[in-house]
């Protein structure tokens, strides 16, 4: 297993070509498509009643071309993305650390792999997760 400090050591290096993936992903994605299909509404139907009653989002999402999405994606996101990830590496470090710890903790616990996948999840899978949630405050 990592250690934390090995963790953001490849989080620090990853800024180097983050911004450069991040675009190129853009200029491959098909925002429009899925956006603006009936299961993505129906998602936003559950959280947000009133704009779903009126399709104000479905409407605005078909009002803008892949082309000018990309653009002021690649443009806006990719420029700053860097930036960003760089400035939160402290607050990321400070909020994802007692989980870590937590998980590493769970894991450490855990007793050796069977031959039953059920048994396995049970035994081994359900205690890493409650650890993560309980120490995210989520349990």
Avoid at 39 to 55: H, S
Avoid at 65 to 89: C, F, P, T
Avoid at 97 to 109: H, L, M
């Amino acid at each position: 297993m990592k250690t934390k400090e090995e963790a953001r050591a490849n989080l620090e290096t990853s800024l180097t070509y983050v911004q450069d993936r991040y675009r190129k992903g853009v200029e491959k994605a098909d925002w429009q498509s899925k956006a603006a299909s009936d299961a993505a509404e129906k998602n936003y139907a559950d959280g947000v009643g009133k704009a779903v009653a009126n399709k104000t989002r479905q409407a605005g999402v078909k009002k803008v071309s892949n082309a000018d999405w990309q653009s002021l994606a690649s443009e806006k996101g990719g420029a700053v993305i860097a930036d960003r990830m760089r400035g939160a590496l402290d607050k990321q470090a400070a909020n994802w650390s007692p989980i870590y710890d937590a998980v590493a903790s769970a894991v450490d616990r855990l007793p050796a792999r069977g031959i039953d996948f059920r048994a396995n999840i049970t035994a081994r899978l359900l205690p890493v997760v409650e650890a993560e949630k309980r120490a995210a405050g989520k349990l």
